[in-house]
């Protein structure tokens, strides 16, 4: 009768450690999840702080070169676009998803870019002090976008890394967990720009 006691705590405590560990695996993966969502929360604060400035920096040069309308449209336009797509926690698994939103965002850069050339031929306007806040703050605005891309992609890396590791991995399968897609650089990133003077 003592060996049967003796082998039932020996199955209840390999039992216990069985479930320790794979409870440990689903809170690590649940922790790594939870980072890659706050890192892509700091990403969308930055793109919604940039879009939140284009309507001011958009007015202030609408004062000094009115007749520039084509440029000043399509910055707007580029903004209503990005303020139409559906984000959600769900794009983070889907690449295709998370491109069509870089893209989207990438159209604004561009828009932006063609703005502050227009910019150059205004002497006035780039002295003016609220355009140069608006522009200091969208440059910071920009380098903040890099800076938390790249923090997510960070934070999807570990996830991804932890995902596939075993023998983690049978959890995340079984726990429903999927593969965080990354941002990628812009098409044309590779190559250097030609400069000639």
Not at 45 to 54: A, C, E, G, K
Not at 70 to 75: H, I, N, P, Q, R
Not at 127 to 134: D, E, G, H, I, V
Request: charged share 20%; aromatic share 8%; net charge positive.
């Amino acid at each position: 009768m003592r060996n049967f006691w003796i082998g039932v705590v020996i199955v209840v405590a390999v039992a216990l450690v069985g479930v320790m560990t794979i409870g440990g695996m689903y809170n690590q993966l649940v922790a790594a999840d939870e980072q890659v969502a706050s890192a892509w929360g700091q990403v969308q604060n930055v793109y919604q702080r940039r879009l939140d400035l284009i309507p001011n920096l958009v007015e202030t040069v609408k004062s000094y070169a009115a007749h520039e309308k084509g440029t000043l449209e399509d910055v707007v336009n580029a903004r209503s676009r990005i303020t139409q797509l559906n984000v959600s926690a769900e794009m983070l698994s889907n690449p295709d998803a998370l491109a069509k939103f870089q893209q989207a965002q990438q159209a604004l850069s561009g828009a932006l870019s063609r703005l502050l050339v227009v910019v150059e031929r205004y002497p006035d306007l780039k002295a003016s002090q609220n355009f140069l806040a608006l522009q200091s703050q969208l440059e910071g605005t920009e380098n903040r976008i890099t800076v938390e891309r790249m923090r997510f992609n960070e934070a999807a890396q570990r996830f991804n890394t932890l995902r596939r590791s075993v023998p983690t991995n049978l959890v995340a399968t079984l726990g429903g967990f999927k593969e965080k897609a990354y941002f990628k650089a812009d098409e044309g990133a590779a190559k250097a720009p030609i400069v000639k003077f």
